[in-house]
């Protein structure tokens, strides 16, 4: 006599088919009784295809649409989506096109959301020039005191002007062609 049979389980909330499980004969019935698990079914679900999955539901299996595995970009936001069971394409407005940077949907296809790149690159260059401005003021600031209190070397002096200079040249730099995507030869260099 058979002690175990084959059932199907599934999900609890989703339903989605999740793989095979046993049923055990009950001990204390001597008829063909099976104490099924929880979340089972003795039903055998539908074999599902590429981009459905098996969900059993009202007592029944049935096949649906599966995009889970597949990576989707929301047309509106160019953020990944996460789709859920019985999501498609069309039902997220989402692309299987991976998007660019400064994505912007148009024509049924990406394209390059021009103002946004550029407002991104000019931050990123300002940051940049602060970055450098601040740490030539730190530079700066002890050799102006000597300056000022009329302890100050030749050296010191012509060191003061070249980072004086530097400033100069830093603070130029949005007037020149190309500003903010200037090559990083286009920038003064520190003085030594």
Known sequence: MQQQKIVYSYHPQTGEYLGLAMADRSPLDAEEVWLIPGFTTEQQPAQAGERQVA???????????????TSLWSK????????????????LNATMQQPPAFAVWKDDAWAVDDAAQRAAQ????QL????????????????????ELGIASAAEQAKLAEWKRYCVDLSRLPQQAG?????DSAWPAQPA
């Open 55 to 69: 969900v059993f539901c009202d007592g029944a299996w049935a096949l649906q649409v599966d995009w889970r595995a």
């Open 179 to 183: 500003w903010p995507s200037l090559a």
């Open 76 to 91: 509106q936001t160019a953020q990944l989506v996460m789709p859920k069971i019985g999501d498609t394409p069309d039902s």
């Open 128 to 147: 940049r020039q602060q970055q450098h401005l601040s740490a030539a003021l730190q530079q700066r600031k002890p050799l102006e005191d000597a300056v």
């Open 122 to 125: 000019t931050a990123a260059a």
